[in-house]
């Protein structure tokens, strides 16, 4: 009897998708540091699909895993032996990279399990690994490769590499990857976001070859005195004493350190002569990693980023951020931004903008980005999708969330435009989540001490007075801090009569603010959803938060619109957030060229030049004349 009941119970467990089944575990992946300067063959391009929303390729009619899964690329004509009822080669096709969403409109609202297949031809190099390198699979994916299983990964937002030497042969092979988009509870993020759901393999997917000694992971950076670049190579599989050497060709300077018994090795290269990476100056350097087998290229820059008092200190220097928020979504074309266009879309509408820094909310973005702002010279809030109510009281949404931290960090350590790690944006105040928070704070700082943790805070309000208060402050290195006064919250003028309270003597980031406008919609700046009441919040917000004596930076929402399932207004909204500066056509709006006049003044004359509030004509007038400066204010970076 107890075994049926248990049976019982298994059937019920497993009644949901691929995401929650308990037979299905995380398994072993990795993520190869500097992937992208790796040998590699592309898998991009076309492959088949199979919508499968009961996971019927997966599981059996009493929810049993299938050993004759569709991961086995049965087909029909082969007379295989077994009863195969779907063929990867007559189905049709999506891009890699891409979203499913918006390339079939049968997909557009699909959330669940979606198959890929594609063959390739490859030819292992004898002694050597081969890696299955996914740029970004959201949300839960399997993935296969001549129906041997490689790896399993949640998470839909950061890079991951599959071991799948003992898979791979020589001549013809193929690749399945399931990929389930199912939002979960237990899910980072979790079930309501403000953002679509996009599903799919979203980013590069690729074959890279490595030695059976390999270089996986390294962190060298500008030490806290700028004297020299320090950090540690790692070499997997390689033996205690072999060899390491880190070097700069162009400065014809280099440095060999031995391993020890972890495979890692100290580096420390003198730093004399190195020009220091800044927004003005984004210098970068070619830095060679050289191990017994394995070599590796990546293009670096050295800066130091940290905080004094309220003041945060590039190279040493008080620094103003001067930034917007961005989400991953390729700009005109929609969908997931996964190409150096997109990037170079984006950010250069931010460096339009007068932009030394953007927030890429509130996930990890496709690599694409931060390598160009490493060299168009913004410097970057990464986040992990800690959103909103997370079950943070649930040990297994922490290691989730963990996992992402790691994946991101790993990732993106070498990139000195990333200058902040944000844990989480706008989440409740309850101890279970401060608590949670905080281990991710520590974590931040255990995993990369050269960097500052942050997180987007929600604001107290009390009548005109706005207190930032939030406990998790205590753990942060940079204070975020989202509101909305003049959108969510009162009238774009109560901004002019706000008192603040920051309870920190750190320095504060606005990491959002902003109201929604409908580009070519015009009328009085009272007018919602018009330009010109878009307009009129920057007009009072701005000057406003100059006042805030720990003000060092601002990401206004949001540089573009973004489809967002939440945003129904017809005529309006129509399925977009509005908040953009730009529309998803590329429109500027009446916004954009305020903040863009206002960050041009920061720039040359510092942060307390704003020009007093001036009531918005309706007209789009770009040139009117600036009123006299008001009293300079000492600020960070004047
Ligand atoms: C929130 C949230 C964003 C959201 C924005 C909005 O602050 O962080 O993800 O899009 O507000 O409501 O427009």
Known sequence: MKRLLWKGLWIQVIAVALSASPGLAQSKTTVLADADHRKALSLDGD????????????????????????????????GSSGLVEYDFGKSPTLKVPGDWNTQHDSLFYYEGLLWYERDFRYQPVAGHKTFLHIGAANYKSIAW?????????????????????????????????????????????????????????????????????????????????????????????????????????????????????????????PAAGVEWWTPEHPR???????????????????????????????????????GISIHGEAPLRGGRANSDQDAATLLGWAKELGCNYVRLAHYPHDQRMTRMADRLGLMVWSEIPVYWAENFGDRAVLAKAEQQLQEEIRRDRDKASVVLWSIANETPLTPERTAFLKTLAGDVHGLDPTRLVTAALLVRTEGHDKYVD????????????????????????????????????????VSEF?????????????????EEYQASIFQ?????????????????WILVDFRSPMRQLPGVQDGYNRKGLISNHGEKKEAFFIL???????????????????????????????APAQKKVARPGE
């Not at 019927?56 to 049965?74: A, M, P, S, V, W």
């Open 47 to 78: 492959w088949h699909y199979i919508v499968d929303p009961y996971d019927g390729g997966l599981y059996n009619f009493h929810r049993e895993i299938r050993t004759d899964g569709f991961f086995l690329n049965g087909a029909p004509e082969t």
């Open 145 to 269: 490769v001549n129906g041997q299983e490689a790896c399993r990964h949640e998470g839909g937002f950061t890079d991951f590499d599959c071991d799948v030497s003992a898979s791979v042969h020589g001549g013809r092979n193929f690749v399945v990857v399931a990929v389930d988009n199912t939002r979960l509870a237990d899910g980072v993020p979790t079930l309501n976001t403000d953002w679509w759901n996009y599903g799919g393999l979203t980013r590069d997917v690729s074959l890279i070859d490595v030695p059976a000694q390999y270089i996986d992971d390294y962190d060298l950076h500008l030490n806290r005195e700028r004297t020299a670049i320090e950090g540690s190579v790692h070499v997997e599989g390689a033996a205690a004493g072999e060899e390491v050497t880190v070097s700069l060709p162009e400065l014809n300077r280099s440095v060999s350190a031995k391993l020890g018994a972890d495979g890692r090795a100290a580096i420390s290269l």
């Open 284 to 322: 970068l350097y070619n830095v060679r990693l050289q191990a017994a087998s394995d070599r590796l290229d990546d293009e670096m820059g050295f800066r130091t980023i940290e905080v004094r008092g309220t003041d945060i200190l590039l190279n040493g220097k008080p620094v103003f951020l001067r």
């Open 470 to 509: 939030d406990p998790l402050g205590a753990a942060l290195d940079v204070i975020g801090m989202n509101e909305y006064i003049g959108w969510y919250e009162q009238l774009p003028q109560d901004a002019d009569t706000t008192v603040w309270h920051i309870g920190y003597q750190k320095p504060l980031i």
């Open 514 to 530: 902003g109201g929604d406008a409908k580009a070519g919609l015009h009328g009085k700046p009272t007018q919602r959803w018009t």
């Open 540 to 556: 009072h917000q701005l000057p406003m938060l100059a006042k805030i004596p720990q003000f060092r930076g601002l990401t206004p």
């Open 596 to 626: 863009q006049k206002t960050y041009r003044e920061w720039a040359n004359d510092g942060v307390s030049s704003v020009v007093p509030v001036q009531p918005v004509t309706g007209t789009n007038e770009r040139t009117r004349a600036p």
